[in-house]
Structure formats: C-alpha cells, structure tokens
C-alpha cells in the first residue's frame, strides 16, 4: 500500500506483528536509536513492522534518512506540537453531560505523588475527545476547564506568571489529545514496541489499555533525564516551577508506560536500576544491550603498524546534550601541543541549529578554523577508519553505538563517563570473555583539559594506542555483536507474540 | 493618537474645580460640537429665513436636510462601524500609510453607492430640477463626510472634527442666507456649498497627517480584516435612531406631505430635535470617562495578561475596569438625570422662549428622557465595542431596532399622549440589556480572555 507521500500504508482491518512506536527517530532523524531502530526491523525479515513517528512540529524534520526494508509495511506520521486543528476549532457550545472537571486530575495526582497513574486514568487519557470523554473544545474553551485551571494555579503557583502557567498547561495537555486519537486509529499490531518512555510509551500504555495487543518498551536513554537536559536550555519555559512541573508530566508519563510494559528493557545494568528508581516493576526489567554490525566495520580497519593518524574525532549530532564546546575546547589544548592535529565533527546540524552556530563560533574565536571542521553526517564505517581516536563529551548517554563501531573499526574511544562508556572501555571484570584493561579512556564530564590529556596519549604513544585497539576490538566481538542483541529480541518479541495468540484470545472476541 | 485622552487626564489632574470644570466643557464641546453644530446650523437657516423666504420653501428646505441626515446616517452605518473597526485595527498594527488609500477607497464605494442612489431619487423626488440635483449631490456630499467624521474620530482627532464642522457649517449658514433669494433651491445650495468644504476639509487634515504614496485601496472589505457583523450592527443601530421619526413621517394621520413623497410631521419633529440639544452634558462624561479611567483600566487589564502578571493581579485588574465602567455608567446617569430634571422644570418657559406651542411640552418631556437614555446607551455599546462584542453588540442594535419600531407603532395607536414614550421605552430597554450583558462578559473577563483567545 502505498500513499503519496510514497510511505507505506496499511488499509483498514490489515494488521502487523509489530508496532514501533518512535518518537523523534527513525526514520526521520539520523542517529544511534535510528541505527538500532534499522538494524532491529533488518534483523527480523519474518516479522512484518508497522512505525509510528512521533515528531514536534513538521518543519523540524526532513525526508527519510533510512531506506525502509521491506519488511516495513505500514509507516504514520504524527507532530504532537502542531497547531492544525486547535486554532480553526470551530466554536460550537459544548456537548452538555460531559464528564469533564477531573479528566486530568488523576494524572496531576499521579505527578505529585509519583505514583503511576491508575487504570481509570489511563482509561480517561484513552477517552479524550470521544463521545464520553473530555472533548477537545470544551478542554480549549469551556468555563470549567478554566475553573479548574485557576484553582490549580491558586493552589500550587500563586504569584508565578499567569499567562505562562496558562500556555504551560495547554502546551502539555494538547499532545494528550492527539496521542488518544493516534492510539484508537493505529492499526492492529500483535505487539506495540515503545523505543522511549515519554509520548512513545504513554500512547504505548493507551493500546495496551485499548486493544489486546502486547507493551514492550526499550529505553535506550533515561527519556525523563534527557528531557530535563533539553528544559534546562529551553528559553520557552520561563521559571523553575513551570520546568519542575515539566519534569514530574513526564516522569507521570514515564512510570505510565512501566506500569503498561512487560518486559521493560535497558541497555545496561545502570539504567535498569535507574528505570526501578524511576517506578519500573524490577521483575519486569531485563538488559539486552546493544550491538552492532561487527563485519561492516572490520573492512576498513587500519593496520596497527601504520599507527595513529592524528586525527580526533566524534561522531554524533551536534546539540547540546552532545556537549560539542567541550570537544572543540580540547582541541584547543590538544592542538597547542601537536599542531598538526585535526579534530572532526561528524554529525547532522540541522537538529538545533542555533547550537550548531554557537558551536562554530566558539571554533572561530578559539582560533581553530584549520584544526576543527565540521563534516556533516557521514556514515560511520567511512569515517572511522581515518580517525586516531574516537571522542564522546556527552552529558548523558546510554550505550552509544559510536563507541562500540570505534571498538570495531580498531579506534580507541575517550569518552565522558556518562551511561556504560566506563563499562565499555574499561571493561565488566564478572563478565565471561570480557579481556581486562582499558580501550582508550574515561574522563568527567565537561573536562575539556583531561579529555585532551587522554586524546594527546593515544595519539601519541603508539604501544598504549595499539593495546586500547586491540581490547576494545576483542570485547566487541566478545559482548556487543549484532546477533546478540538480535537473540535477545526474538526472545522478547517471541514470548509477546505467543501471549498475543495465547491467553488473551477472550479479549479480542 | 493619545492626544485627547492626556489633555483630559491633564486637566483633571490637577485636581482643581477649574481644571474639572475645563475638562467637562472641553469634552462637552468636542463629543456634542458637530451633533449641536448641525442641529443649530440648520435651524438656523430656517428661523433666519422666515419672513425672507415663503414659509413652505423654508420648511421644504429643513424637511430636505432632515431626510438627507436620515438617509446618509442609515445608509453609511454599516460601513462607518466596519471602517471605525479597520481605522483602529491600522492605528493598533501601526500600518499608518493604509488609513489615506482606505479612506479614499471608502470614500469611493460610498459615493458610488449614495451615487447610484440618487440617479433614481433624481426623478422620483418633487420640486424643480435645480432642487432635486441640489438633493441628490447632497446626499452623496453627507454621506461620504460620515465616513471621514467616524475616521478622525477613531483617530481621536475630535478637534479636527470640531473645526470641520464650525467652517463648514458657519460657510453653509452665510451661504444659505445669501442665496435665500432663490428660495428652496438658493437655502440647499448654499448649504451644500458649505458641506463639501466640511468634506474636504476633513480629508485634507488626514491626508496631512497619513502621507502615502498609495491612491486609493479597499482593504477595508478585505474578508480577513472587515467583520460583517459590525456592518449589520452599524446598519440596524442608525436605523433604530431614526425609525420612530420615519413611522411617524409616513403614517398619514400623524404627518402632512411638505415635497412631493418627502413628509414630516410637525408634532413628533421639533420636540426631538430640540431634546437632542440637551445631551451634551451626557455626552461630555460619557467622552471624559471613555477617554480616561475605562481607556486606562482596559489597557492595564490587558497588560497584565500579558505581561504576565499572576492571577490576582488579572483579577484586580479586572475588577478595577468593571469599577470603572460602573462608576462611568452611573455619572452619566447623575449628570444627565440632573439635566433632564433641570430642563424639565424650565421646560414650559423654555418652549415660550423658542415660540413652540405649549402642546408640545408632554411629548418635549418624555422625548428628554428618551434621548437621555440614548446617551446610556451609547456608552454601555461603547463598552461592548470596547470588549470586542460583536454579537452581543449586534443583538443589541437588532432588538432596539424592532423595540423601537413596535412600541411606536403601538403608541400611535394608543394616542397622542403617549408619543415618544416608543423612542424611551427602547432606548431605556436596551440600555438595560446592554448593561446587563457588559456587567455578564465583566465578570468573565478573564476567562474570555483566555479561553476564547483567537
């Protein structure tokens, strides 16, 4: 089936094994989870998939950045922050006999209290703008809503900045309304994959809560930690109580999700704990760490004999979570020692573009105009093999594939110790195959003296450099092979799809 | 332009009788000049030219004028609210340059409008040819100085309006007067000649202000920025003033043929006429209060919204515009009750003094309290307008349009002591309503504001 925006397209009463639900990735915006995202659907040819795209608003996102396989039939495409359909609302009086004061005031509760929010709220999220439910009128327009509104604000943020209070709730809520209609229009997938928390897992939790279909979620990142990141440099949200309230919607959003999934899968033993922390049931958490294409990186790798080239680089989009300055920092010291070398940005800029530029700048007055350069997005596997060392000055990470294509291509990686990159580099001693020592090195976070230090050693000394290599290419192929995790979904997605035809036949008759 | 509304603060700043009292004067002068200007201007003419001129021309001449207010003043008030609207909205986005093009392309549609009117009016009115051309180009001169007239004073250059209106009517009076010897025909032309001064007079003072490059542009009918309901409301409001004299003009047994189809009615005119004199004083609170405490409490509402204030503040804010549109509500009330009592009083020498017949002092006394009501209910439209009410505003002019033409149907059956009582019965009832539906949308100021938000 296919459309014209030449997307597939499932028809009415078609179905699928599997339901990605995507937001702000695949197949859109280039990157880790998209990779993981492609590999994952190539990795599972006898499953037909379904991806639901979750974006902001259309103008932030390009064409596809991934030719689907063809074991993806259906693709739809949402912008949770679109105003199509508020601001032409047509002002007809509400439908009177509407429940409406108290739709959301479960979900407040379940913010404040930390608390999952209980299956009634869900029922009534799942509700919005149908016969029965909260209309999307009266939310916008009805005296009650308003009522509700105001006594919110008088309890809880008195003094604070109406308006932004007022635009803040709307802001939040609007999305709701679109993930209930997503969620009652999707097609019938057996399983729904959530690969975040947040809108992903809610509208996760809405199917589950609608249809007999199975919750698997996968978090790759900490999805409520990365946002609190991105509300930190919004401008938009004016005052900390506002951004606070940010945080506990979807950290509400988040444990909504946990309550929904089985199994709830991290990629590492940090994050699980961190998902537990965070409301996760700990019997339904489960690792399947990430891994990689080994032989695609192998072809170009360097021979050890040649040594270093003396070039640095990193590999991922340039925004903020990136933490780019703190590279290009590095470079400064690393160049003031060994001035023929170079430092790369490999990565798309269009995401924040207004980071990108900051970024630039800061290359310009550093004086780094001919040692740093910003290369665009380029597939890994051809610039990896040009690289001395590979670099991550991430603020937060999960299991960056970046680090283990390096291992791969026989790059040493200094990297931030954010996620499992300390895990990665320098090895999980319990674990059987994983050689002791170091693949390159760990340095803090925002510490561009230590990562240049670290990049300087390996570019400089040839023995330490070709012993970094060498491990993280044989814990590689030992942990972080493709198959690997491959083996670990065709459990997960086995077990889901043999519950789906089992035990809960009743429901779907 | 703030102008008149600082010179108002001005004066009562100061906080001294004297200031109060220049104040009220001044905004009495400018609010009621032209209104007292024309009535005065036209009467005038007439009482000047009896004895000089036969008395049937002299009243063919005054009955002309009356109508040619009436028509101009209906036909123009659909587009004198919309235009008003597109006036403010232009000053507000601050896109000056439009206001020159827009007031010639209204100017335009008017003329071809009252134009097209007056081809047939040429052979369907009485009277020789020079009278019926005199009438027609009139009506085309008076209904396009409407449109300037609501232009400068959604400006608020009300003094240009003022001045306008003294040379104008001081050249239509001595134009008037030095023709009287051609009768009808010399008394219109003369106050024609005076008209069209006034007409470009006005235009002349906006195109000093607003230099364009542009000619002449209709953005005005333009679907994203005119708002057809405000044409309908402006329609139906003009026509409500002026249906109670129409049915009167046109029942026979209350009126008498003066030219051709033209008729008027002796009984009902010159009460109202002479009780239109005394809003001034309602008129000049009414302009003070507008241009003061509302204009300033409505821009501090809105400012705290959206300068984001908390609630309280909104809410304070709120109750400080509704305490102002109380207390406005309530001068003019005092001010012009006090005037109507006054006036009541002396009314018997009064009608003595102007040589009206004592016959007229029942109808003279409710016509008072009829256009006293009038004043109110301008101001409570005003608020509505103010609060971008378009439909309460149009059900408003809707229902006194009707309530007028109803009861004055209803009080000519019931006989001649209870004319007029249509006309106060109306404005009175809707005057009530309006407060009624402003004090409602007052209340809920801040929820419209947010929830109806466009």
């Known amino acids: ?509 | 332009m703030a102008g008149i509304g600082f010179e108002l603060r001005k004066l009562l700043d100061r906080q001294s009788l004297w200031g109060l009292v220049r104040a009220y004067v001044y905004a009495g002068v400018i609010s009621s000049g032209p209104w007292v200007l024309s009535i005065v201007g036209v009467m005038g003419i007439g009482l000047l030219s009896v004895g000089r001129v036969p008395d049937l021309e002299v009243r063919q001449f005054l009955v002309t004028v009356t109508y040619l207010m009436a028509a101009s003043l209906i036909g123009t008030g659909g587009l004198q609210l919309m235009f008003t609207r597109f006036i403010a909205d232009c000053a507000y986005r601050h896109e000056e340059p439009r206001i020159l093009p827009n007031l010639m392309g209204a100017l335009t549609v008017t003329a071809v409008g009252a134009g097209a009117l007056a081809v047939p009016l040429v052979f369907l009115l009485a009277g020789s040819l020079a009278v019926r051309l005199l009438t027609v180009t009139a009506l085309v001169v008076l209904s396009a100085s409407w449109i300037a007239v609501v232009l400068l004073s959604s400006l608020r250059d009300y003094r240009g309006v003022v001045g306008s209106f003294l040379v104008g009517y001081a050249i239509s009076v001595a134009g008037a007067l030095s023709l009287r010897p051609l009768g009808t025909a010399g008394l219109l032309g003369g106050f024609l000649a005076g008209q069209i001064v006034l007409l470009l007079a006005m235009v002349s003072l906006v195109a000093r202000r607003f230099p364009t490059d542009r000619l002449v542009a209709f953005d005005f009918l333009d679907r994203r920025r005119a708002y057809v309901s405000l044409a309908l409301t402006g329609l139906l409001y003009n026509l409500g003033i002026w249906i109670d004299k129409l049915i009167f003009w046109f029942t026979p047994s209350t009126s008498e043929v003066v030219l051709g189809p033209l008729r008027a009615s002796v009984i009902y005119d010159i009460p109202i006429f002479l009780a239109y004199l005394s809003i001034v004083p309602g008129m000049a609170v009414f302009l003070v209060r507008v241009e003061t405490t509302f204009a300033v409490e409505y821009e501090a509402f809105f400012a705290a919204v959206r300068q984001g204030q908390p609630l309280a503040e909104i809410r304070r804010r709120r109750d400080r515009l509704t305490l102002a549109v109380k207390q406005g509500i309530s001068e003019i009330f005092k001010v012009q009750g006090i005037t109507v009592l006054v006036l009541l009083l002396a009314a018997p020498r009064l009608l003595e003094a102007v040589g009206i017949s004592r016959l007229y002092l029942q109808l003279f006394s409710v016509d008072l309290a009829g256009v006293a009501m009038q004043v109110l209910m301008l101001a409570v439209f005003n608020v509505l307008f103010y609060l971008d009410e378009r439909r309460a505003t149009l059900a408003l002019s809707a229902t006194f349009c009707a309530l007028n033409a109803a009861l004055t149907i209803a009080t000519q059956h019931a006989g001649p002591p209870f004319y007029g009582y249509g006309f106060a019965l109306s404005t009175a009832i809707t005057s009530l309503a309006g407060l009624l539906v402003a004090s409602r949308k007052l209340d809920r100021l801040e929820t419209d504001t947010f929830m109806r938000a466009r």
């Not at chain 1, 209070?165 to 209930?180: E, G, N, V």
């Not at chain 1, 050689?435 to 330490?464: C, K, N």
Request: hydrophobic share 45%.
């Open chain 1, 1 to 509: 089936m296919s459309a014209a925006d030449g997307l597939p397209r499932l028809e009415a009463g078609q179905s699928a094994d599997v339901g990605l639900l995507l937001e702000g990735t695949y197949p859109f915006v280039s990157g880790g989870v998209s990779a993981w995202v492609h590999e994952l659907i190539a990795g599972f040819p006898e499953l037909s998939f379904g991806v639901c795209f979750l974006g902001a608003t259309p103008e932030m996102y390009g064409g596809l950045k991934y030719r689907l396989p063809d074991n993806v039939v259906h693709v739809e495409v949402h912008h949770l922050m679109a105003g199509e359909g508020w601001a032409r609302l047509p002002r007809r009086r509400a439908r009177r006999g509407t429940p409406r004061a108290g739709t959301f005031e479960g979900l407040h509760e379940a913010m404040r209290t930390r608390s999952a929010p209980a299956p009634a709220v869900v029922d009534a999220l799942a509700a919005l703008d149908e016969p029965g439910g909260l209309s999307l009128h009266d939310f916008l327009h009805d005296d009650a809503t308003f009522e509700a509104l105001c006594e919110e604000y008088d309890a809880r943020h008195a003094g604070e900045s109406f308006l932004d209070f007022f635009w803040t709730a709307r802001t939040m809520h609007l999305p709701l309304f679109k993930l209930a209609a997503i969620a009652r229009a999707l097609p019938r997938f057996r399983i729904v994959h959530a690969v975040s928390t947040g809108y992903a897992g809610a509208l996760g939790a809405l199917v589950r809560r609608r249809t007999d279909a199975r919750f698997v979620l996968t978090e790759h990142g900490i999805y409520t930690k990365e946002r609190a990141i991105d509300l930190a440099h919004a401008g938009w949200i004016q005052g900390s109580a506002l951004r606070r309230l940010w945080i506990q919607f979807f950290e509400a959003l988040g444990r909504m999700a946990y309550d929904a999934a089985d199994p709830i899968v991290s990629l590492y033993e940090g994050n699980r704990l961190r998902q537990i922390a965070d409301g996760a049931p700990p019997q339904r958490t489960r690792i399947i760490a990430n891994g990689i294409d080994l032989e695609r990186f192998a072809a170009g790798r360097r021979e050890p004999s040649q040594g270093p080239p003396p070039v640095a680089g990193l590999i991922g989009r340039v925004v903020p979570i990136k933490d780019i300055k703190t590279f290009v920092r590095a470079m400064q010291e690393v160049v003031a020692v060994m001035p023929e070398a170079q430092g790369w940005i490999v990565g798309p800029e269009d995401e924040d573009a207004r980071y990108a530029e900051e970024c630039r700048a800061l290359v310009r007055t550093l004086g780094l105009g001919d040692a740093v350069r910003f290369l665009g997005y380029r597939p890994a596997e051809q610039v990896l093999p040009k690289l001395g060392v590979a670099v991550l000055t991430s603020i937060s990470e999960a299991l960056p594939l970046f680090v283990l294509e390096a291992f791969a291509a026989g790059v040493p990686v200094v990297s931030s110790d954010v996620g499992c990159c300390r895990e990665l580099i320098e090895g999980r001693p319990d674990e059987e195959g994983d050689p002791a020592g170091s693949a390159g090195a760990v340095t803090g976070i925002a510490a561009p003296e230590e990562t240049a230090r670290a990049i300087l050693r390996l570019l400089r000394d040839g023995e330490a450099w070709s012993q970094a290599r060498r491990i993280g290419r044989v814990r590689v192929h030992g942990l972080y092979g493709r198959e690997r995790m491959l083996d670990g979904y065709r459990e997960v997605y086995g077990t889901a799809l043999k519950e789906a035809h089992g035990g809960h036949r009743l429901r779907a008759s």
